[in-house]
């Protein structure tokens, strides 16, 4: 079928994106908002708004009757969950088909699949796609964690099956700190997901955070290279970037046909992401997990290739095939993104909500900022303190640092504190200029460096 009305079920930079790219395609847009975001840039710029209650996301962002209900009062086809909220929620993925909507994203069936850690473990391992070593399954007891712990040896991960964002996550050194994290995990994975089963990975010492972007129709997938995501603080990602600066053209050429190996087996459709940790010693990879919708870092991907991931996803969404074969795919330059939250990284990146006073968007060519931020807006305190990604772009690395540079210069949001110090310090760094870092080179870089960020 034909999308004609799309409902956005999100907010902030990511459904002003999707507006965007609706419009382009002569599709009506429905922004559903809290009522903390009836002001926001996305309701401003949609067709039609819906108010789906109350600032608290649970009553409001959460809630799948709510969001089902404004969809059939704004006369909708189809429904785009954004990324975070409901996006990975193959509960509200079948609740969108049975009401007679089109869901923007994968099947429920595969979200499921893929959504539990441990059944994708299983599903790579079938693929023929190189895991970590740790748990086959699912791990519910302490005891069956020491049997494991007992093969791969420490320091070992213990992760939640569900969920994501780095949430119950402990890392172990020794069997004591093992003995004292593991029921931290599951308390916070069962608060968090409502699911308080854990699995367990061998910690890969120097290990580098690389993904790959795939696209599918059901039948057939595609995928766009690779991204960086190794600079990240409390395991969120900060700083991202495509090609990877240390990738080999034949680790490269491995990685991402195991990627589109693993997404035709679960029969994927949409805009996904497979994450791979990387040892750069050994030229060794190893799939961790994969994301079932379009992810925050997205823009570097298509500043490299030309695809407009978010137009693509719609449009196979609507019954479209994949206007793309593998060999139309090409990657040229390089691109950089990094987050600007409203934190101060001079306080342990307290969150600063508040009125912004003044705007100043950066331009020229190769830069681009995806935001929600106009002059006068109020950033409300109860979401997400993402306030827009800053985007660059230059024929090699060297270029797009220097051009990150300049407008981070030229970026100005007055009235909130942001996390643009932090950057400015980055990329005068000399690892960052030479890409040598691994995901947990930051937190040691801000033991050292996080007070001169104010």
């Avoid at 119950?168 to 004591?176: D, L, P, Q, T, Y």
Wanted: glycine share 10%; net charge negative; charged share 25%.
């Amino acid at each position: 079928m034909s999308i004609k009305t799309l409902l956005i079920a999100n907010r902030g930079e990511i459904a002003v994106r999707i507006i965007r790219a609706a419009r382009e395609l002569g599709i009506r847009t429905v922004q559903v908002h809290s009522k903390a975001d009836a002001d926001s840039l996305a309701a401003k710029l949609a067709d039609e708004t819906v108010d789906i209650g109350p600032a608290q996301a649970a009553k409001s962002y959460l809630s799948i009757p709510n969001i089902i209900d404004a969809a059939k009062k704004s006369g909708a086809d189809a429904i785009h969950p954004g990324y975070g909220f409901l996006a990975e929620n193959a509960e509200f993925a079948d609740a969108v088909t049975v009401a007679g909507f089109v869901f923007v994203g994968p099947s429920a069936n595969a979200i499921r699949l893929m959504g539990d850690k441990v059944a994708a473990r299983q599903a790579a391992a079938a693929a023929g796609v190189p895991t970590v070593p740790g748990s086959d399954g699912r791990v519910d007891d302490v005891e069956t964690a020491r049997n494991v712990v007992a093969r791969t040896g420490y320091p070992v991960m213990i992760k939640a099956a569900a969920g994501g964002g780095g949430r119950g996550i402990r890392i172990a050194e020794n069997e004591a700190e093992f003995e004292r994290l593991m029921p931290q995990a599951q308390a916070e994975a069962l608060a968090a997901f409502g699911d308080g089963g854990l699995y367990l990975e061998r910690v890969i010492e120097g290990a580098r955070h690389i993904e790959v972007q795939i696209l599918g129709d059901g039948e057939n997938v595609v995928h766009c290279f690779e991204r960086e995501c190794s600079l990240q603080r409390r395991r969120q990602k900060v700083w991202e970037e495509a090609p990877s600066p240390v990738l080999p053209a034949d680790i490269r050429d491995q990685l991402c046909r195991s990627a589109v190996a693993l997404a035709k087996a679960v029969h994927y459709r949409g805009a996904g992401t497979l994450e791979y940790l990387y040892d750069d010693k050994t030229r060794e990879f190893y799939f961790i997990e994969m994301n079932t919708r379009i992810q925050v870092e997205h823009p570097v991907t298509e500043f490299i290739t030309g695809v407009d991931l978010v137009r693509e996803m719609i449009c196979v969404a609507g019954g479209a095939k994949l206007r793309y074969r593998q060999e139309d795919i090409g990657r040229r330059g390089h691109a950089i993104e990094v987050r600007i939250n409203a934190e101060d990284p001079s306080q342990n990146f307290m969150p600063n909500p508040g009125v912004v006073n003044a705007l100043h968007i950066p331009g020229g060519i190769g830069v681009r900022f995806d935001t929600l931020l106009y002059a006068g807006y109020v950033i409300p305190p109860f979401y997400d303190s993402l306030l827009g990604k800053l985007i660059v772009w230059d024929d090699d690395r060297r270029g797009a640092i220097a051009r990150l540079k300049r407008a981070l210069g030229e970026l100005k949001i007055e009235g909130v504190k942001t996390t643009k110090p932090l950057y400015l310090a980055l990329v005068e760094d000399a690892d960052v200029q030479a890409g040598q870092f691994d995901t947990r080179w930051l937190e040691r870089w801000l033991e050292e460096h996080a007070a001169r960020l104010g």
